[in-house]
């Protein structure tokens, strides 16, 4: 996974590979459920 936080460097790179492209607020996000319950 790609992570930044700029949303055009995002846009750019998501539609240019396979490799997913997130925001890293996203995967901070993603993150906290399990960080909580541990």
């Known amino acids: 996974?790609?992570?930044t936080a700029n949303i055009g460097c995002q846009a750019h790179l998501d539609?240019?590979?396979r490799t997913?492209?997130?925001h890293w607020i996203e995967l901070v996000?993603?993150?906290l459920p399990?960080?909580?319950e541990a």
């Open 34 to 36: 399990s960080l909580t």
């Open 15 to 17: 539609g240019a590979g």
């Open 29 to 31: 996000d993603a993150a």
């Open 20 to 22: 997913p492209v997130r």
């Open 1 to 3: 996974v790609i992570a």
